[in-house]
């Protein structure tokens, strides 16, 4: 009795361990920031997303299995995603007036790092974000927006990817 006991609690460690990755969060969700910054005039925008999504979302864009830590080009590879599923419309075409800054890695996440030239407060401009909604269908993405006291905030999910920017 006791040999059966310790061979069910361990072939239980090993089910819940060989489920481990899917257990690490169990939602999934961006956070982008877009902040003017007066001095620049420059609206910097930082994008939050967990490494483990972005891999996956990456490796279905791009037809093949991508890893932060093993994939060359890594920089081109996000670039192009984050260009096709973040931008700006204008008139109902998609424009990416952005420019790529760069990436780095966290703990489980990954920072992406945009910004746009402009002393414009992008009032009227439609924000589209559907980054990794392909993937998981109660895919969340949250947008903070923020000039001076003016702060706006919206939700992004599979049924809504579009909104427009209104003070």
Not at 79 to 85: A, G
Not at 97 to 108: Q, S
Request: aromatic share 14%.
């Amino acid at each position: 009795m006791k040999n059966c006991l310790i061979a069910f609690v361990f072939s239980l460690f090993i089910a819940l361990e060989s489920n481990a990755k899917e257990l690490v969060h169990p939602f999934h969700t961006s956070v982008t920031e877009c902040v003017y910054n007066e001095k620049e005039k420059t609206w910097e925008i930082a994008i939050r997303l967990f490494q483990d999504d972005l891999e996956l979302g990456l490796s279905a864009f791009h037809s093949k299995k991508i890893s932060f830590e093993k994939t060359p080009n890594m920089d081109e590879l996000l670039e192009s995603y984050i260009r096709k599923h973040f931008g700006f419309q204008v008139n109902k075409q998609l424009q990416t007036p952005y420019r790529w800054i760069g990436w780095e890695p966290n703990p489980d996440v990954i920072w992406v790092y945009l910004e746009i030239p402009t002393d414009q407060d992008l009032a009227g401009v439609f924000i589209m974000n559907d980054l990794l909604i392909e993937q998981f269908p109660d895919q969340t993405n949250l947008f903070h927006c923020a000039r001076g006291s003016k702060k706006k905030s919206f939700l992004f999910q599979k049924n809504q990817v579009l909104h427009t920017l209104v003070w």
